[in-house]
């Protein structure tokens, strides 16, 4: 009797460890739900907070029924303006969303959707080519790029950038599916390999990854680089997890002054140059940023993690040590703070306090009474994060924290019920791909709602110069 318990817990624990990892969910027919911004009242301002009210109105029947209201942007404010407390909302404890006993779900679809670090080549990408995109003449990013077409022939159309999280390679189907569903409407696809990631840390082994001080400035050049295609009209950015930090760093580097207080001054010369150009003008998503990620670092110092006090920083710590003996830097017990240090320094422009300015450039709310500036105030293109409230690695409620006082408008933001750690597919397969499809029309999405918006505004406007009274 003894041995047929321990059998059957057995099986219960390999059924319950087979369903805690990554699952192809591609796009079926009749998941893409187009908005019907017909009926959209056309006297709301024209921004990105605008469209997203009437996108998710639109779409949140595809949502899981029962789950408690999604928080678009105007509801992660209370009635003061001040943030909303979103776990009391979604009848959340923060201090459990680690465990897999109350955030079944949550981890479940993370472990869903995250995919693998290992850097064995995958079957997919069929109709994808290999590029690779110059940076400098030190270094370029490899990308499978893929074309939509119209009839039998390449149409010209925005090409939407998909980065993964940190160390993420091509080897995750999520970004391929992701890929294929943008391609299925109209839409050319970049998945690009950041420094350090994939091929092209195989290529180039010796360019260090430094975790967006340098790497937003390559997204930039890499938009260029499209841009100066015939095939592709404007760009757009998905970045999900660390990803999405970039995608929000990059709205901010794209926009923001010259002298702007968050680039020390021994940084600037490093940096992309600046030359006014736009940049992702179609738009950036991001997807479950860590918008406190020093409270990650120091929680990755505290002690080493399992997968029975937090599975997610667990996992965290196993992929720091990976990256770690892939650079040569010895054991660093799962530290993300002394793997950055020893990235920082390999750095061919690592100088005095390059480790402090560069956690100042990625800084995007404040820690430990340290100074960051309001940086989406400078975004010109439309930005939207989504997040999940069961999210067990970044916080929701950084998210109406980091949004409330912000007054630029091309920025908005969705909380939604569950999703956990980038698993939105898992968790409401229809409404991600729908929400992600419908931000990126040419026609009704968020760019061309605030296009539409501009053009109707300019025609009200009198004349500065050359009118008579």
């Known amino acids: ?103 079944f779900s949550g981890l479940l679809h993370s472990a869903q959707a995250a995919g693998t670090s290992s850097d064995r080549p995958v079957a997919m990408w069929d109709g994808f080519e290999d590029v690779w995109i110059p940076i400098n003449d030190r270094l370029e990013l490899s990308g499978k790029l893929g074309f939509a077409h119209s009839g039998d022939k390449i149409g010209r159309a925005d090409c939407v950038v998909l980065i993964s999280g940190v160390f993420g390679n091509n080897n995750i189907s999520r970004t391929y599916e992701i890929a294929l569903a943008l391609r299925s409407g109209g839409l050319h696809v970049l998945a690009l390999e950041l420094r350090g990631a994939g091929c092209t840390a195989q290529r180039f082994p010796k360019t260090p990854y430094n975790f967006g001080a340098v790497e937003v400035g390559d997204l930039l050049a890499v938009s260029d680089w499209l841009e100066s295609r015939p095939e592709v009209r404007r760009t757009g950015l998905i970045g999900y997890c660390w990803g999405a930090n970039l995608a929000l760093l990059t709205a901010w580097e794209d926009g923001r002054e010259q002298d702007d207080a968050d680039v020390a001054a021994n940084l600037r010369p490093h940096l992309h140059p600046r030359d006014g150009v736009r940049h992702f003008s179609a738009g950036i998503m991001a997807f479950s940023p860590t918008l406190r990620f020093e409270e990650v670092i120091a929680q990755l110092d505290q002690r080493r993690w399992s997968v029975w006090n937090d599975p997610v920083l667990e996992t965290l710590q196993k992929e720091v040590d990976e990256q770690a003996a892939r650079q040569g830097f010895g054991d660093l017990h799962g530290s993300l703070r002394r793997l950055i240090e020893q990235e920082f320094i390999h750095t061919s422009w690592n100088y005095p306090n390059a ?97 539409q918006a501009a053009r109707h505004a300019a025609k009200f406007t009198a004349p500065s110069s050359g009118s008579t009274r």
């Open 1 to 103: 009797m003894a041995g047929c318990r321990c059998g059957l817990i057995g099986v219960l624990l390999a059924t319950i460890a087979g369903c805690f990892s990554e699952r192809t969910i591609p796009m079926r027919p009749g998941d893409f739900v187009p908005v019907d911004f017909a009926a959209m009242e056309r006297s709301e301002p024209g921004d990105t907070r605008a469209w997203l009210r009437a996108a998710h109105a639109s779409l949140s029947g595809l949502l899981p029924p029962g789950d408690p209201e999604a928080l678009p942007t105007n509801k992660l404010r209370d009635a003061n303006g001040r943030a909303r407390d979103v776990f009391a909302h979604f009848g959340i404890k923060r201090d459990g969303l680690q465990s897999v006993f109350t955030n």
């Open 355 to 451: 480790f402090r300015d560069g956690l100042r450039y990625l800084r995007l709310m404040p820690f430990d009474d340290k100074p960051v500036g309001a940086k989406l105030e400078a975004a010109r293109m439309p930005v939207l994060v989504i997040h999940a409230a069961n999210d067990p690695l970044g916080a929701a409620q950084a998210v109406a924290d980091f949004v409330a006082p912000l007054e630029n408008r091309h920025v908005a933001a969705l909380v939604l019920a569950g999703g956990g750690h980038v698993g939105f597919i898992p968790y409401a397969r229809a409404y991600a791909y729908s929400i992600i499809l419908d931000f990126f029309d040419p026609q009704y999405g968020a760019a061309a709602y605030t296009r």
